[in-house]
């Protein structure tokens, strides 16, 4: 890549700050149109620009599968999963193989006159040891997967995430704002009719939030977890990090999410009437755009410039 254009979505950045900016404060006092037409300008500067996030963690319709998976948590929990899913198959075909078997071979027409034995030994030493070792084998993937998940590296960053009925707040204790406190703030979704003016599609209704949590790309986030109120819990499945949010309790999870985009996840424990209404969004972004959103943030102003 050119210096030149290394330097490019750099300045795209720049002018999309400068684009936003006004937008937002506009949007009280401009007729809607105008305030669409802007944003839609703003929304093709980005889609022309590296600069801008892709949804990565995003649900699909009809989807059964597995969100890509976007840390090295989410690696190894889905190729376990795919290991075992391929056993699980093999035994299935298998044990249905047997019975069919047996159902013809052994039925009373075909098989008149049944055999009198009631043991086996081989066969039953068989039948006990050979799951013994195929769940020894599961477990010699599964174990260490589960202390990868539960084992926090030495973090680069910490945030604190709070479950409210019905929203989520977020905090960075090593951050501190201009008046001293810790950087910190409310995550509240955004309503359908503020979508679009906020960059959104009408189908991420449900996920996009007013205030994403930000962190940087390919850096350990230790996440630390309580409630407000009622137990919630903070899932992300892109990341493979689902923790519950239990009050009076401080609960620890990590993630490092190694692609920057955007990755929503949503409440998964269900927590009153509003339940569905508390989404959970996560903008990965460079070291370099996280270090500027700081510095904003600590100043009160937590909309990411480049998104
Ligand atoms: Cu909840």
């Given at each position: 890549m050119s210096e030149k254009a290394a330097k490019q979505p750099h300045m795209e950045r720049e002018l999309n700050m400068s684009l936003m900016t006004p937008l937002r404060g506009l949007s009280s006092l401009a007729p809607k149109s105008l305030v669409l037409a802007g944003v839609t300008s703003v929304m093709l500067a980005h889609s022309a620009t590296a600069e801008a996030l892709q949804q990565i963690g995003v649900p699909v319709p009809d989807g059964t599968g597995f969100q890509p998976a976007s840390t090295p948590v989410a690696v190894e929990a889905q190729g376990l999963e795919n290991m075992v899913m391929w056993i699980i198959g093999v035994i299935t075909v298998f044990v249905c193989a047997l019975l069919l078997y047996v159902i013809v071979r052994f039925n009373a027409k075909a098989n008149p006159t049944p055999a009198k034995?009631?043991?086996n030994t081989p066969i039953e030493v068989a039948w006990t040891l050979i799951p013994i070792l195929v769940l020894v084998f599961i477990g010699s993937f599964s174990l260490p997967a589960l202390f990868d998940q539960m084992e926090i590296p030495q973090a680069d960053l910490t945030v604190k995430v709070t479950g409210n009925q019905w929203f989520w707040s977020y905090a960075y204790p090593d951050i501190a704002a201009a008046d001293g406190s810790p950087v910190g703030f409310d995550s509240v979704l955004l309503e359908k009719k503020d979508l679009a003016a906020a960059g959104?599609?009408?189908?991420d209704y449900l996920l996009a939030v007013d205030n994403a949590l930000v962190v940087p790309v390919n850096k350990v986030v230790k996440v630390e977890m309580t409630g407000a109120d009622v137990i919630h819990a903070w899932a992300v499945p892109a990341f493979a990090v689902m923790h519950s949010a239990v009050p009076g309790r401080l609960g620890e999870t990590w993630f490092k999410a190694t692609q920057e985009g955007i990755y929503f996840g949503q409440?998964?424990?269900?927590?009153?009437?509003?339940?569905?209404?508390?989404p959970i969004e996560v903008k990965v972004v460079s070291q370099e755009a996280y270090d500027k959103w700081v510095e904003q943030a600590k100043g009160g102003n937590y909309q990411l410039a480049s998104n």
């Open positions: 034995f009631t043991h959104y599609k009408d189908t409440c998964t424990t269900l927590c009153g009437q509003g339940h569905a209404y508390m």
